[in-house]
Structures are given as C-alpha cells and as structure tokens.
C-alpha cells in the first residue's frame, strides 16, 4: 500500500503539471485572436478557474447522481460551456472565438505529442540498437 501522502504529493504535482501544460497552449491559442490578457500569469489564472471547475464538475456529478459514464460526458460538456463563457469573458473575446482558441489549444497540443512521442521513439530505438 502506497503512502497516502506521497500519493496526495504525487496527484498535486501532475495537477500542476497538467496546469502549467494546459495554460502554455491556451495562450499559444490565444495568440490566433485579438486578444486582452495574453500574459502567462493571466493565462495561469484562466485555465487554473477552469481546471477547477471542471474537476469540480466532474466530482460532484460523478459521486452524487451516478458513477457512469453519461455523467461524466455532462460534466465535461457543462465545464467546457463554463470555461468558454470564463476565457470569453476574461480574454475579451466572443464566445465562438474561446471555441476557437481551445481547438486551436488542442490541435497545437497533440502535435506537440506527436512531434514529442517520434523524437522518443527515435531516440529509444537508437539507444537499443547502440546496446
């Protein structure tokens, strides 16, 4: 049995770390719009609003009505209308363009996967082939 708080320690810091991931492509998504507030630290501060939101969401409507999948597909929804209506109104963009900037955000990410996951795979073959 793993320590539990080692276990909290090691939930805190990918929820940081997919924090810092999400805020860096919203602002990469950002730039595509005219945009107010593109700085990182206003950017940190959307995506960390939503990213509680969205857990919260998910908690509350997975524990309380029913652990199945079909509230787990509402709460995403209901956070993401949430976190558009919070990035339009923070940014100072339309709410079609905080639509924008998150597909924009998560095309930009996978291929930032992709691109990262090829390099790995590359380099993992040429350290087995080396040895």
Same mark, same amino acid.
């Given at each position: 049995? !793993?320590?539990?708080?080692?276990? *909290?320690?090691?939930?805190?810091?990918?929820? +940081?770390?997919?924090?810092?991931?999400?805020?860096?492509?919203?602002?990469?998504?950002? /730039?595509?719009?005219?945009?107010? @507030? @593109?700085?990182? /630290?206003?950017?940190?501060?959307?995506? %960390?609003? #939503?990213?509680?939101?969205?857990?919260?969401?998910?908690?509350?409507?997975?524990?309380?009505?029913?652990?199945?999948?079909?509230?787990?597909?509402? *709460?995403? &929804?209901? /956070? &993401?209308?949430? #976190?558009? !209506?919070?990035? *339009?109104? @923070?940014?100072?963009?339309?709410? /079609?363009?905080?639509?924008?900037?998150? +597909?924009?955000?998560?095309? !930009?990410?996978?291929? +930032?996967?992709? +691109?990262? *996951?090829?390099?790995?795979?590359?380099?993992?073959?040429?350290?087995?082939?080396? %040895?």
């Amino acid at each position: 049995m !793993a320590n539990p708080l080692a276990l *909290a320690l090691l939930w805190v810091l990918i929820f +940081i770390f997919f924090l810092i991931f999400i805020s860096i492509f919203l602002m990469i998504g950002l /730039g595509f719009v005219d945009s107010e @507030r @593109r700085e990182f /630290g206003q950017v940190f501060l959307t995506s %960390f609003i #939503c990213t509680i939101i969205m857990w919260s969401l998910i908690f509350i409507l997975t524990n309380v009505f029913a652990n199945t999948f079909l509230w787990l597909v509402i *709460a995403v &929804l209901i /956070g &993401l209308i949430l #976190c558009w !209506a919070l990035i *339009a109104a @923070r940014h100072k963009i339309g709410f /079609g363009s905080a639509i924008f900037v998150t +597909i924009v955000a998560v095309i !930009a990410a996978v291929v +930032i996967i992709i +691109i990262l *996951a090829f390099i790995i795979s590359t380099l993992l073959n040429v350290v087995i082939w080396v %040895f």
